[in-house]
Antibody, heavy 119, light 108 residues
Framework: EVQLVESGGGLVQPGGSLRVSCAASGFSFRSYWMSWVRQAPGKGLEWVANIKQDGSEKYYVDSVKGRFTISRDNAKKSLFLQMNSLRAEDTAVYYC????????????WGRGTLVTVSS | SYELTQPPSVSVSPGQTARITCSGDELPKKYAYWYQQKSGQAPVLVIFEDRHRPSGIPERFSGSNSGTMATLTISGAHVEDEADYYCYSTDSSGNLEVFGGGTKLTVL
């Protein structure tokens, strides 16, 4: 069974940093693109970033470029999102996902971890 | 940046057919996907590659993609289908993912 479990969310001050993680199991993690998607309170889904199987390609939504970095550790079956220079508008539930657009058996999501940026 | 446009809300009575649309300039060349999200839960994929249902998704859910518009159809909507629905695709490069703004489906 495919499982994605996020961790590392919490309260951080504006301008601060936070690293969220995702532990994957139940599939060959190194074989798939992975993504981070976020959802601000009461708002819709927003794709944040994705990363190729070997980490050689990474893409970001414009609003986080230069502030967020996606990475992965295939040996540990883990996905990461390093978030710097955080703003109030980054407050959201952050979901780890195996994106459906990159494999027809994808579309798996974790339960998410809440990141709150507030003073 | 690339955008997918959905109506904010759709309302039907139980047993009626609900149709939710999604428009985007790249849809003639890119697949559309649909996610269902119930309150407080993670999204669930209900349609992939325009028209295919993952295992476990009821047959009343179907999808189509024609021109610049994709459509999610729920034939004979159930009360439990009440949720937010998001279309999803990629931009012309195929590397940037994008979600529509979401449609709140009310079944009552």
């Amino acid at each position: 069974e495919v499982q994605l479990v996020e961790s590392g969310g919490g309260l951080v001050q504006p301008g601060g940093s936070l690293r969220v993680s995702c532990a994957a199991s139940g599939f060959s993690f190194r074989s798939y693109w992975m993504s981070w998607v976020r959802q601000a309170p009461g708002k819709g889904l927003e794709w944040v970033a994705n990363i190729k199987q070997d980490g050689s390609e990474k893409y970001y939504v414009d609003s986080v470029k230069g502030r967020f970095t996606i990475s992965r550790d295939n040996a540990k079956k883990s996905l990461f999102l390093q978030m710097n220079s955080l703003r109030a508008e980054d407050t959201a539930v952050y979901y780890c996902a195996r994106p459906s657009a990159f494999d027809r058996e994808g579309g798996y999501w974790g339960r998410g971890t809440l990141v709150t940026v507030s003073s | 940046s690339y955008e997918l446009t959905q109506p904010p809300s759709v309302s039907v009575s139980p047993g009626q057919t609900a149709r939710i649309t999604c428009s985007g300039d790249e849809l003639p060349k890119k697949y559309a996907y649909w996610y269902q999200q119930k309150s407080g839960q993670a999204p669930v994929l209900v349609i992939f590659e325009d028209r295919h249902r993952p295992s476990g998704i009821p047959e009343r859910f179907s999808g189509s993609n024609s021109g610049t518009m994709a459509t999610l159809t729920i034939s004979g909507a159930h009360v439990e289908d009440e949720a937010d629905y998001y279309c999803y695709s990629t931009d012309s490069s195929g590397n940037l993912e994008v979600f529509g703004g979401g449609t709140k489906l009310t079944v009552l």
